[in-house]
């Protein structure tokens, strides 16, 4: 065959940037922020949450090589990816769930959530929350009683926001400081508002995560809840808002690229977040507000498109033409 007739030309997804960091440099980030949410969890909640955090990240792992060699594809279990997807899993589980559950929520996430659409970046829906949302609505039952109290270390069925749907709570300053530092019944990485926050600082200091969908949910949550007289404090510092703001919202592969795009991802976000919380029979919106999300991402990268290109190239011709255009 000649040359001419060979088809050398490979076409990828836009935008076509190069940078110095990689796939797996941001990987070992997250996972850098993830850590102490997960060991915050053990100390909290014991063995259970040890356990669970230890299977779910396993299962990740052998579960993406072994679909990777039944569809012949490249082992590239050292992108850290896996490692991630089953962190944010198993941070979103309540700490008492049982081993098959775990794995089984695994297997979603992996093969049906990633591996079947592709692979990494070409997911439609954040991973590890395809798992839990399976989960979650086939075993309803044990995903909203497995929960421990740290006080009692007694397996408890209701959290605040459980509690908040049955009635009137009311909350003293105490109540706030024990949401902010997670001493709480709740799933084992989502409690304490201070780790959170603490690794979204990391995460923005080192340009992993843009800042946009995360604010966008964070103020489209509580602007709702505080005007239909919720307590504005507790909307923002319980169930997952911070956690799904922070680690799922901002996900690569499933928000827009754009950053209009990412504004209205984030409003969206938040204000489904509300809507469930306030008028849904879940007490927690945050897991099917972004994954709603997720499935208007392209269209949101059509409505708000741009031209690409490298900034320096652009202000460069910006420059020639100012001057009276190019020689």
Known sequence: M???????????????????????RIMLAVVIALLPLAVYGVILFGIPALITVAVSVVSCVVFEILIQLAFKRPIRIKDGSAIVTGLLLALTLPPAVPVWMIILGAFFAIVVAKEFFGGIGSNVFNPALVGRAFLFTSFPAVMGSHWIDPATDAVSSATILSELKEGFVFFEPADYLQYFTGKSAGCIGETSGALILLAAVFLLVTNIIDWRAPLAMIVFTAVPSFLAGNDI??????????????????????????????????????????????????????????????????FLNKLTERKYGHPKLFAGKKNKAAKGGTK
């Open 233 to 298: 404090i507790v909307s923002v510092l319980t169930g997952g808002l911070l956690f799904g703001a922070v680690f799922m919202a901002t996900d690569y592969s499933t928000v827009p690229v754009t950053p209009y795009g990412r504004y209205i991802f984030g409003a969206g976000c938040g204000l489904i977040t509300f809507l469930i919380r306030q008028f849904g029979g879940y007490p927690e919106g945050v897991m099917f507000s972004i994954l709603i999300m997720n499935a208007l991402t392209p």
């Open 2 to 24: 000649a040359p001419s007739d060979k088809n050398e030309i490979y076409i990828s997804p836009n935008p076509h940037f190069s940078s110095a960091i990689n796939t797996t």
